[in-house]
């Protein structure tokens, strides 16, 4: 393993993310675009009506990696490992990724957490279990719907913890009511520009929102969900994500190139008997 970054590490484990400059290669982004919008277009209105905070939200499974070598590459890039491995994360593996991608002129999208772990005492502590790896493919701002983050936010209580509304339901996806808090500035928020093929990864449980794409051009980001830490976590936390994420590492074959033999080592595999925990998308009163 390359060598760890302490500072950097630290700063990761306080502030619930960091960015990486300039990690995939023009060309590989121009081809990302390309494989991107080709999948956009295959989505029905009905798809983009469903999603119009997020502005799109399709499934990137390992089916997808095997038959798309830009994606493969992406999933295996050195760069990416190399980055991983920078904040002390050594053996990463990969569950599933989404293509979220802001058509000109659409609203912000809402503040919410991904962590579907807090029903596992891990989620409580230190250690990551589930991180996105944002790939913008754009550059961005916060007039086409940058990211925000709220550091820290992974691991202490926020207010926005404790809004009545429950987050990722229809409502927010369709920005019915605008004036909803999760719509708003909320304390302590930061914006994320980014330039395309910088990479910015993140706790899951870390809050985050965007802004709106005032802009008139499309805004695509691939946010491709890693494991960082999985060798490291408790059985019962191994076997959760192996029984969640199954599914989606589902190929028919084995690899038959090179670089589908690349995608391997991040594979899932959990072949104990432990019990998985149940899914739990809120935290409880530990999350002080
Ligand atoms: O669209 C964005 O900028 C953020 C996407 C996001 O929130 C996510 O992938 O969880």
């Not at 995608?263 to 998985?276: D, F, K, N, Q």
């Amino acid at each position: 393993m390359g060598k760890v970054n302490l500072a950097l590490r630290e700063k990761f484990i306080r502030d619930g993310y960091a960015l990486f400059r300039g990690v995939l290669e023009p060309e590989l982004v121009e081809s990302l675009q390309a494989w991107s919008d080709g999948v956009l277009e295959q989505q029905d209105e009905a798809h983009f009506a469903r999603n119009r905070t997020t502005g799109s939200m399709v499934l990137i499974d390992w089916a997808m990696a095997y038959r798309y070598d830009a994606l493969a590459e992406l999933i295996a890039h050195r760069r990416v490992l190399a980055a991983v491995a920078e904040l002390g994360f050594a053996e990463p593996k990969f569950g599933h990724g989404r293509i979220i991608s802001k058509p000109p002129q659409s609203p912000p999208l809402f503040w919410h957490e991904d962590g579907r772990f807090w029903g596992d005492p891990v989620s409580y502590t230190w250690q990551p279990i589930q991180c996105f790896l944002m790939y913008y493919l754009t550059d961005t701002d916060a007039r086409n719907g940058c990211l925000r983050v709220i550091p820290g936010s992974h691991r202490k209580r926020h207010a926005l913890h404790d809004q009545a509304a429950p987050m990722h339901t229809d409502e927010l996806r369709t920005y019915a009511n605008p004036g909803d808090a999760a719509f708003q500035r909320a304390e302590g928020e930061v914006d994320v520009p980014v330039e395309a093929g910088d990479l910015v990864m993140g706790y899951g449980r870390l809050f985050h929102a965007s802004h709106a794409n005032l802009s008139d051009e499309r805004r695509t980001v691939l946010t491709m969900w890693y494991y960082p830490h999985f060798v490291d976590l408790p059985e019962r936390t191994q076997a959760t994500i192996f029984s969640l994420e199954r599914g989606n590492g589902e190929t028919g074959t084995g690899p038959s190139t090179g670089l589908q033999a690349r995608l391997e080592p991040l594979r899932i595999v959990y072949e104990g008997s432990a019990e998985p925990i149940a899914t739990q998308w809120a935290p409880g009163p530990a999350l002080a």
